[in-house]
């Protein structure tokens, strides 16, 4: 079972940028399709961005031009990189990967934005 951490959390100001990595434990993790996800306090997790292994990336209209996914298979890492960000931001980030026959979910990490 390949597991995922996420980490790079923390609470910033409007405007500030975060970079969170997630880091899977096998090396297949660099074959698998990698999407991140948000859940707002007192709200459903959504969906915001999917990375697949060849570099196409898609992302949700409210994070497109801010956020931003990359991967380093030396390190078995994806990176999320968060630009310019808003108190409406502010949620539990979990990062997904997807192989053959199999899903595998981090244990999120919070992200806190202050105006």
């Known amino acids: 079972q390949v597991h995922v951490v996420e980490s790079g959390g923390g609470s910033v100001q409007s405007g500030a940028s975060l970079k969170l990595p997630c880091v899977g434990s096998?090396?297949?993790?660099?074959?698998?399709?990698i999407s991140w996800h948000r859940q707002p306090p007192e709200k459903a997790r959504e969906w915001i961005a999917t990375?697949?292994?060849?570099?196409?990336?898609m992302y949700t209209p409210s994070v497109e031009g801010r956020f931003t996914l990359s991967r380093d298979d030396t390190k078995n890492t994806v990176y999320l990189q968060l630009d310019s960000l808003q108190p409406e931001d502010t949620a539990v980030y979990t990062c997904?990967?997807?192989?053959?026959?199999?899903?595998?979910w981090g244990q999120g990490t919070q992200v806190t934005v202050s105006s």
């Open positions: 997904q990967g997807t192989g053959d026959d199999r899903t595998t």
């Open positions: 990375l697949w292994p060849g570099g196409a990336t």
């Open positions: 096998e090396d297949s993790f660099n074959g698998d399709i």
